[in-house]
């Protein structure tokens, strides 16, 4: 595709349901990060993958948080349980070849969580 | 924990002026990151640096790589009101892991 996109752009919940977020990166892109951002802050980092497989998922805040990419292209960030702190921006990324050699990452547009 | 700071957090200028960033890894950074995020809008990579001491130019924005490889730099010269944004520098570290500063938000008063 042109871009990144990631869907819905905008999800409110209530605090204890469950909620899936979508990314689908530029074609041909291996590597794909999730972050969240909160207001005023940079991306955090929460999970990188390198094709299919999960390269570091050190940064999902909990075992709330989870992520697939079953196919190596489409992701799905899955959040189980919603609190209130979960409230943020989650932006997803895409880049041809990943980290190991620093490559240009894309951002999508982002999808803004709302638990009330 | 790896920590990437950055400062100022924002940073008021008049059209015309300069402007500059900076960035400080608490250890060092196999190479840095730097990008621009609009008012609404999402990260858009600007530029990469790997090299110890490496400059780069941009048009108006010269950035700069610190020996040590621990921190970074990003100059605007001559502000334009397109510039403003907020600006966020990204290391990655020895284990292949981006760590986003806080960013500098930037106004630019015309």
């Known amino acids: 595709g042109a871009g990144v996109s990631q869907t819905p752009s905008n999800k409110v919940t209530e605090k204890g349901k469950y909620v899936e977020l979508r990314c689908d990166p530029i074609?041909?892109?291996?590597?794909l990060y999730w972050y969240r951002q909160s207001l005023g802050q940079g991306p955090e980092f929460l999970i990188y993958?390198?094709?299919?497989?999960?390269?570091?998922d050190s940064g999902l805040p909990n075992d709330r948080f989870f992520a697939v990419r079953p196919e190596g292209s489409v992701s799905t960030l899955k959040i189980q349980r919603t609190e209130r702190g979960d409230s943020a921006v989650y932006l997803c990324?895409?880049?041809?070849?990943?980290?190991?050699?620093?490559?240009?990452?894309?951002f999508g547009p982002g999808t803004r969580l709302t638990v009330l | 924990g790896q920590q990437v700071m950055q400062i100022p957090q924002y940073q008021h200028v008049q059209e015309g002026e300069d402007f500059t960033t900076y960035c400080n890894s608490s250890?060092?950074?196999?190479?840095i990151q730097w990008y621009k995020q609009r008012p609404g809008g999402h990260p858009v990579f600007l530029i990469q640096?790997?090299?110890?001491?490496e400059v780069k130019k941009q048009k108006r924005l010269t950035f700069q790589f610190g020996e040590a490889k621990k921190n970074s730099s990003l100059h605007i010269t001559a502000t334009q009101t397109t510039d403003v944004g907020t600006y966020f520098c990204?290391?990655?570290?020895?284990?292949?892991?981006?760590?986003f500063g806080s960013g500098t938000k930037l106004n630019v008063k015309p």
């Open positions: 990204a290391g990655l570290n020895n284990f292949n892991k981006f760590y």
């Open positions: 250890t060092t950074l196999s190479n």
């Open positions: 993958f390198q094709g299919t497989g999960a390269a570091d």
């Open positions: 074609s041909g892109h291996t590597a």
């Open positions: 990324a895409s880049s041809l070849s990943g980290t190991a050699s620093g490559d240009t990452q894309y």
């Open positions: 640096l790997v090299k110890s001491g």
